[in-house]
T-cell receptor, first 117, second 114 residues
Framework: AQKVTQAQTEISVVEKEDVTLDCVYETRDTTYYLFWYKQPPSGELVFLIRRNSFDEQNEISGRYSWNFQKSTSSFNFTITASQVVDSAVYFCALSGENSGGYQKVTFGTGTKLQVIP | GAGVSQSPRYKVAKRGQDVALRCDPISGHVSLFWYQQALGQGPEFLTYFQNEAQLDKSGLPSDRFFAERPEGSVSTLKIQRTQQEDSAVYLC????????????FGPGTRLLVL
């Protein structure tokens, strides 16, 4: 069974602060994929990043960065110099190799980020 | 090109009514997924199609839920005799297929059963 835990339910930061969203996962698969999605108030899930289990390199995209650590089963997401437009619910998600050849994704419960101007 | 579209965006149904939710995936996407998202929760898998074949319906909560994709493109999720606990956002996603592919989501249909 797969599980994704996002322990932070809600976070509030003041604009320009850095913020890290935590994600811890559980899986028995040796090959798996990790994702982050953003869900703004409009409701649509916006894809941010995909990482496979064999690639532990951290990634940076503009103000966004991701820290993947297999040793602690974590895939944390940092927003640098947060902006009001970053306010949304962020979901961490996982899919494994034993899903029958297709991507059966397990989502965490999400972290609601509020950036205060 | 266009993203995944869903209709209607909002649906209010009286308990016991049947509803049909539509999903138009991204053109060329082989895989189509339906998810249910309860308030304050993450999306939960309902069912998966590869072209017109429904390969996994393990997440459908009851036999009142039925999904189809007859021509391998547009999909419809039907809920019969709706109950209050069916109130949720229903999300559709599509991808090119395969374990490594990214799913792209539509805006969802918010269903409220009174």
């Amino acid at each position: 069974a797969q599980k994704v835990t996002q322990a932070q339910t809600e976070i509030s930061v003041v604009e320009k602060e850095d913020v890290t969203l935590d994600c811890v996962y559980e899986t028995r698969d040796t090959t798996y994929y990790l994702f982050w999605y953003k869900q703004p108030p409009s409701g649509e899930l916006v894809f941010l990043i995909r990482r496979n289990s064999f690639d532990e390199q951290n990634e940076i995209s503009g103000r966004y960065s991701w820290n993947f650590q297999k040793s602690t089963s974590s895939f944390n997401f940092t927003i640098t110099a947060s902006q009001v437009v970053d306010s949304a619910v962020y979901f961490c998600a996982l899919s494994g190799e034993n899903s029958g050849g297709y991507q059966k994704v397990t989502f965490g419960t999400g972290t609601k980020l509020q950036v205060i101007p | 090109g266009a993203g995944v579209s869903q209709s209607p965006r909002y649906k209010v149904a009286k308990r016991g009514q049947d509803v049909a939710l539509r999903c138009d995936p991204i053109s060329g996407h082989v895989s189509l997924f339906w998810y249910q998202q309860a308030l304050g929760q993450g999306p939960e898998f309902l069912t998966y199609f590869q072209n017109e074949a429904q390969l996994d319906k393990s997440g459908l909560p009851s036999d009142r839920f039925f999904a189809e994709r007859p021509e391998g493109s547009v999909s419809t999720l039907k809920i019969q005799r709706t109950q209050q606990e069916d109130s949720a956002v229903y999300l559709c996603a599509s991808s090119f297929g395969g374990v490594e592919e990214t799913q792209y989501f539509g805006p969802g249909t918010r269903l409220l059963v009174l």
